[in-house]
């Protein structure tokens, strides 16, 4: 295959990235480590945030870059996967990164990469970095992609390292307990720095290695936590306590939680960058991320949730439990077959009455007959015949059927991948 040029497209550069590696998730640092350091990444300027976690990730990114950026400083972010379009992932002072930019930092990896082969996300990380060390940032807030310990993000010599929740998913590569999945996380943790946990059971295994190496370890519920009433919540810390804050505008129960690993982040940097409290309310207030319980105007009530893993999904049947009544609920579902269908779905039993199942495509895409048959299995109808099943070839068919056929006073949900909820999004933004 022919390298690409600077007068190539983005999509042309991204074709090649995903045709080059021979192994879509490659964990190690050794390759990425080589041509950072060809490439003079040792080090950039600014504080480093890495931000790891089964879920919640990219929530905490996202409110870390709006308060940081109502507190005045540059910020970039660098999250995964994108939903609609690639640029999604590098964010520089809150706007995506051009194609332009990507394409001329591309170029730079390749010609300096020589025998070297980097997977699809290493490649994109160091654009990220590269782009990063161009714009003196004063804060670069960089998402783990996969565990911790092996992920390239993982090269970078973090000020303040979090981890979100720790649950059970990416069982081939990171392990089938919470304790060998949060060792692995834990490794984004750094001796000597604040190491932040907002899991209310963080595993055994991240506390001991976080003590072993010497890292400065904030745990929920011992040096960080909150409270909250309908109007308002508070947030403490070994720093002191913020009152009077307005609820994210990310929605649903566990934005809380995501809230406090982002203080308690910026409690443990104040040394190094000073966060005023209005900076705060702002910052939480002005947040968004497409995909997270994201609740469309307009009727029937439509909701997009990436929720693909049993975690999420306990989070997001307790959100939709918790919202006023709809006569029915239709859900759009489509999952790889690497998720546990089985528990995500189980879920949901007695909140979905009409489920619209879609095929995934690509290798690891799983059919909607599979999930037909896991949803038989584990909520039998009731005696209105509910819930129904029907099966479609891609996530837009799907959706398209829901709209057509849900009344104005009831919901639809679309959810189980990230590319399930793109699908969608992408096509109601044509």
């Known amino acids: 295959m022919s390298v690409p040029t600077l007068q190539h497209s983005l999509a042309d550069w991204l074709s090649y990235l995903e045709n080059l590696h021979h192994t879509a998730i490659d964990l190690g640092l050794d390759r990425i480590k080589t041509v950072a350091d060809r490439l003079g990444l040792n080090a950039w300027d600014g504080v480093k945030i890495i931000v790891a976690g089964t879920n919640g990730k990219g929530s905490t ?34 706007e995506y990164a051009s194609d332009e930019a990507i394409i001329a930092k591309l170029h730079q990896i390749e010609q300096a990469r020589g025998e070297v082969s980097l997977s699809f996300f290493e490649y994109t990380t160091l654009v ?70 907002s899991d209310p059971r963080p595993p055994e295994t991240l506390v001991k290695y976080a003590e072993e190496i010497g890292a400065d370890l904030w745990l929920f519920g011992r040096d960080f936590n909150y409270d909250g009433d309908k109007q308002q919540w508070a947030f403490a810390s070994r720093i ?36 005023p409290l209005q900076s705060v309310r702002e910052g939480l207030l002005q947040v968004s991320l497409p995909g997270r319980f994201q609740i469309l105007p307009g009727q029937p009530t439509t909701i997009f949730d990436v929720a693909h893993n049993p975690h999420a999904a306990a989070v997001l049947s307790h959100n939709l439990q918790s919202m006023s009544y709809f006569p029915y609920t239709y859900a759009v579902l489509g999952m790889l077959k690497d998720k546990d269908a089985e528990e995500v779905i189980k879920k949901f039993r007695g909140i979905v009455d009409h489920w619209y199942l879609c095929d995934l495509t690509g290798p690891r895409g799983r059919k909607a007959e599979e999930l037909a048959r896991l949803i038989k299995e584990h909520i039998p109808q009731d005696k209105d015949g509910l819930p129904t099943i029907t099966l479609f070839p891609d996530a837009v ?18 959810f189980g991948s990230f590319l399930t909820v793109a699908a969608v999004l992408e096509d109601m933004a044509k």
Not at 62 to 86: C, D, N, Q, R, W
Not at 177 to 182: Q, Y
Not at 404 to 411: I, K, L, S
């Open 128 to 197: 990220a970095f590269l782009l990063f060390k161009e714009h003196g940032l004063d804060v670069s807030i960089l998402e783990v992609g996969l565990g911790g310990r092996l992920d390239a993000v993982n090269i970078v010599d973090a000020d303040c390292s979090i981890v979100t929740t720790v649950d059970i998913d990416h069982v081939d590569w990171l392990g089938d307990t919470r304790e060998k999945i949060g060792w692995e996380k834990a490794h984004v943790y750094r001796s000597g720095k604040p190491a932040i946990c």
């Open 240 to 275: 002191g306590r913020k009152n009077a804050l307005a609820y994210p505008a990310l929605r649903g129960a566990n934005q809380l939680l995501n809230a406090s690993a982002a203080l308690a982040a910026i409690d443990a940097l104040r040394p190094l960058l000073a966060v």
């Open 397 to 414: 068919s799907a959706f398209k059927a829901a709209r057509a056929n849900a009344a104005q006073e009831d919901r639809i949900v679309v």
């Open 61 to 94: 990114c996202a409110m870390l870059e709006s308060i940081y950026l109502a507190a005045g400083y540059k910020v970039g972010m660098y999250t995964s996967p994108h939903l609609v379009y690639f640029n999604e992932r590098i964010r520089i002072n809150g």
